[in-house]
């Protein structure tokens, strides 16, 4: 049977982050891999995390099984740190999922059972997942426009009007902030202009959000899905714990879906049950034990909104430092994108013969559609990041 089978192409970012590893150069700068990093270069366990993960070892007291939905502490903890104070709120179901990744698969596939004409529109370009997790699931996917390699902004025209002809049978899926890979987010003024498209034309809003908090912040990150929460009647919503809370490996997401009416909402809730039940059955409990104690205690709360907000505050300094370095050498404003740019990427518009370059000239590892990552840069690196950058595109 295995004889079919051929060598899978390598992932192209895990390859990148071997090669780094391999590359000899003391002066190496990994801005590939899609993992916040301190100034040291660290991804580190975050305060609050390390002190529920204590209290945690030793307070509970059995690893039995957790249910279908995982933990519902968490899903409650979550749905309201997402929605609390929308009207959406009292409609919603959750269930506790492996990473954002595993809620992406189970609204997929739940959107293939509801409907099985959905077509998912997403931006071009999108998270590298989404188009095969929606392909996966026997969904049809469409590209909406997106960025401007000009501009390196959103091209906000070319989007909506991309977006009036989606209908009753299609889902949009949108990036909730600090948009992976572009860092190019949609203003509020936007979120309203798709919710009204979506509230004349019957599509079905489908919200990503993996960076709650690095953007602008936790309730700023959250506003143009609370709008929709507040004036559809159906949104679907995945969510991640891998960056906010520093809980990448330990495989904590959840899965929201808004419905028309609370009962229309534990319907879906019941699906995805059974859709959970022939995956992986259960979600992982530590993370999400971990992120429960978290929003659930004072004091550790306010210790990761504290913590929280400090790797936001460093990643729009890097930013500015690194805009501000480009303007001085290449004395206009063509990289100020930069500092408009939210969360931890950028995409800076380089050809793939430039971020070659940029690697073999310069030893900077950056993703092959010139993704950067803000968060792997440290602030004494800057220069070097920006002189490179000049460098190879003024060859
Ligand atoms: C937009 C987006 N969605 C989902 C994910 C998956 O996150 P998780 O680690 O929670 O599976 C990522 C991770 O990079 C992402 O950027």
């Not at 903890?77 to 409609?91: H, I, K, W």
């Not at 690095?214 to 679907?236: H, M, P, Q, S, T």
């Amino acid at each position: 049977m295995l004889e079919t089978l051929t060598p899978a192409q390598p992932d192209p970012i895990l390859s990148l982050t071997i090669d780094f590893r391999q590359d000899p150069r003391e002066n190496k700068l990994d801005l590939g891999i899609g993992v916040y990093r301190n100034s040291r270069g660290e991804t580190p366990i975050m305060e609050a995390v390390k002190a529920a993960q204590t209290a945690l070892a030793e307070t509970q007291t059995t690893k039995s099984y957790v249910g279908l939905a995982g933990n519902e502490g968490f899903n409650q903890a979550m749905t309201s740190l997402l929605l609390e104070g929308t009207d959406g709120y009292s409609r919603v179901s959750t269930i506790q999922t492996p990473g954002a990744s595993g809620a992406l698969r189970m609204l997929a596939d739940l959107m293939r059972v509801a409907n099985h004409n959905t077509t998912v529109w997403i931006s071009d370009p999108s998270y590298v997942n989404h188009r095969p997790v929606m392909e996966a699931a026997g969904l049809k996917v469409r590209h909406y426009p997106y960025f401007n390699r000009e501009t390196k902004l959103v091209d906000l025209n070319a989007m909506l009007d991309s977006l009036s002809s989606a209908g009753k049978d299609d889902v949009v899926l949108l990036h909730g902030c600090c948009h992976n890979p572009t860092g190019a987010d949609i203003p509020f003024e936007a979120w309203k202009r798709v919710g009204e498209l979506a509230a004349k034309n019957g599509f079905t809003p489908f919200v990503d959000i993996a960076y709650q908090g690095f953007g602008e912040g936790l309730d700023a990150d959250a506003k143009g899905l609370r709008y929709l929460a507040d004036n559809l009647e159906e949104v679907l919503v995945a969510t991640s714990c891998s960056k906010s809370f520093g809980l990448y490996r330990e495989r904590t997401g959840a899965a929201m879906v808004i419905g028309a009416s609370s009962e229309r909402a534990q319907n879906a809730k019941g699906k995805l049950l059974n859709l959970a039940r022939s995956t992986y059955t259960m979600p992982p409990d530590h993370g999400a034990a971990i992120v429960e104690m978290i929003l659930s205690d004072a004091g550790l709360r306010k210790s990761w909104e504290t913590e929280i907000a400090a790797m936001n505050q460093r990643i729009v300094t890097l930013r500015q430092g690194l805009a501000t370095a480009l303007r001085e050498r290449v004395g206009d404003g063509r990289f100020d994108f930069i500092q408009q740019h939210k969360g931890m990427f950028s995409v800076v518009g380089f050809s793939p013969e430039l971020v070659k370059r940029l690697k073999d000239d310069h030893a900077i590892y950056a993703v092959g559609d010139s993704r950067i990552n803000i968060a792997g840069l440290s602030e004494a690196r800057i220069d070097y990041l920006a002189d490179a950058m000049v460098a190879v595109s003024d060859k």
